[in-house]
């Protein structure tokens, strides 16, 4: 074989051409993330097999395929199909923005924003980003009616503690699919992500408050969200929203299970074996969100006054949206699955030598490069940590993973702009000209991954093995 093509169907240039075809296929030609991640694994399949003179390893590459992406399916779409349920009943109920209300009577209006922050924030976990953005940026608009002033702040914080969230908290698709690949316990992920998530949130207030003081953005009109809407949400009593404790519980109580299940046998806090298996059963994420979703659906059934045979209709919609992230996380897992089988990683470390690349920069670095070229944060984070898992093999990142892990969710939110459809999201319920979120949001999302890439080379220098 040619020394060229040689080196085209060889490890090193099989993995650059399927991140050439994953950019390809969704930057250029807009084909649907799944479809594009599962020809990405098909085509790593075919080009080994003809690398290594094996044609009948292409379809034992194909069933390895399909069994991978399986595998990934099994293991996480229940989770996020219960994820979308907890969101949609807390967005129809009115939940979430009795969540917000109390946030700001708590606050007070002058604070305002650090509300819609911290809101942003908690309601980003279990509920999908751009349904966060929809659901909150009205409110950001009817708060601005009633303040005269702050729009931005409002806009920009409320989308950058999103991202920030989606980034890093389990059960976001992005941050659960690296936890499972890297093995970590999802308490121990909800912990960090919680944990690493404050200096970046501080970082989005204050980026916000800077471009805020620097630029007015006028009140805008926006399609489906007219004055006299706004004046309604503002006007509408709270004793047509469910109360604030039953709003909150669906989000902390599978957090507080997951959390829980983590801490049993560590250090002194130790439980009979009758109790630390209910714990480890309730703290199960699907056993715990499930437990959620079922408060979640109780409050809105409650609120709407409907009987529970009436309760599956309104889950249609948030089912639905599941199930096109539920497929981007299979053919992700085949992917993954594919490029571990590829050898990949074994010519990597071969080529490094004594050289130990380091992972954090890595995972950073090749998740903000997927970010930037084809703009899903979800498929930059799946790419991302299977070309990480499968150099580090068997020998370990040199680190705790949980730094890979919050290093590959930082790097899958750098450069936010027009190839990504959340960009679009921003400029049309934000308000926003395509010029004014470049120069904002675009800005601001760069400077916080970077700060959390800063944050977390930091950690794991001073703490390497937690």
């Not at 993330?33 to 690398?51: D, E, K, Q």
């Not at 509920?127 to 601005?144: K, Q, Y």
């Not at 992917?335 to 080529?351: D, P, S």
Request: aromatic residues 8%; hydrophobic residues 55%; charged residues 10%.
């Amino acid at each position: 074989m040619p020394p060229l093509i040689d080196l085209l169907l060889g490890p090193i240039g099989v993995l650059l051409g399927s991140v050439v075809l994953i950019i390809l296929l969704v930057a250029i030609f807009r084909v649907p993330a799944f479809f594009a991640l599962f020809a990405a694994a098909l085509a790593v399949g075919l080009a080994t097999a003809i690398s290594r003179h094996e044609p009948d390893r292409f379809l034992s590459a194909i069933r390895g395929t399909m069994a991978a992406g399986g595998a990934a399916f099994a293991n996480l779409a229940f989770p996020i199909a219960v994820a979308a349920v907890i969101g949609a009943c807390l967005s129809e109920s009115g939940g979430a923005d009795r969540i917000v209300r109390q946030a700001i009577g708590v606050l007070g209006e002058k604070m305002a924003g650090v509300a819609f922050l911290l809101t942003a924030f908690v309601l980003s976990a279990p509920v999908f980003i751009d349904t966060v953005l929809m659901l909150l940026l009205p409110l950001a608009r009817a708060m601005r009616l009633r303040t005269g002033s702050h729009y931005l702040l409002y806009v920009l914080v409320i989308c950058g503690a999103a991202s920030v969230s989606n980034g890093l908290i389990p059960p976001a698709p992005g941050p659960l699919f690296v936890a499972s690949a890297l093995k970590l316990e999802l308490g121990k992920a909800l912990a960090a992500g919680a944990a690493f998530g404050v200096l970046p949130l501080i970082a989005v207030y204050l980026v916000a408050k800077f471009f805020d003081h620097r630029m007015t953005v006028p009140l805008r009109p926006v399609d489906g969200s007219d004055l006299e809407a706004l004046q309604a949400t503002l006007q509408a009593p709270d004793s047509t929203l469910p109360g604030f404790g039953v709003s909150i519980l669906p989000i902390l109580l599978p957090l507080v299970l997951i959390g829980g299940s983590s801490l049993v046998g560590v250090g002194g806090f130790r439980l009979s074996p009758a109790l630390a298996a209910c714990a480890r059963f309730l703290g199960d994420k699907s056993v715990a969100l499930s437990i959620g979703a079922g408060v979640a659906i109780g409050v809105l059934a409650r609120q709407k006054r409907l009987g529970w045979r009436w309760v599956g209709p309104e889950l249609r919609r948030p089912l639905e949206a599941a199930g096109m992230i539920i497929l981007v996380i299979s053919s992700g897992g085949a992917y993954g699955g594919m490029i571990k089988a590829a050898g990949i990683g074994q010519v990597a470390r071969n080529l490094a030598g004594n050289h130990a690349p380091n992972f954090i920069l890595l995972g950073w670095a090749t998740a903000a490069l997927m970010r930037a070229a084809q703009g899903s944060a979800t498929v930059a984070s799946i790419t991302a940590i299977s070309i990480i898992v499968s150099i580090a093999g068997a020998a370990g990142f040199g680190v705790h993973p949980i730094y890979v892990y919050l290093a590959v969710g930082f790097g899958s939110k750098f450069l936010d702009w027009m190839n990504n459809s959340g960009f679009w999201v921003i400029c049309r319920w934000g308000g926003l000209t395509q010029g004014e979120t470049l120069r904002t949001w675009t800005i601001l999302v760069s400077a916080v991954s970077l700060v959390g890439l800063a944050e977390v080379l930091t950690a794991s220098a001073l703490f390497p093995a937690l």
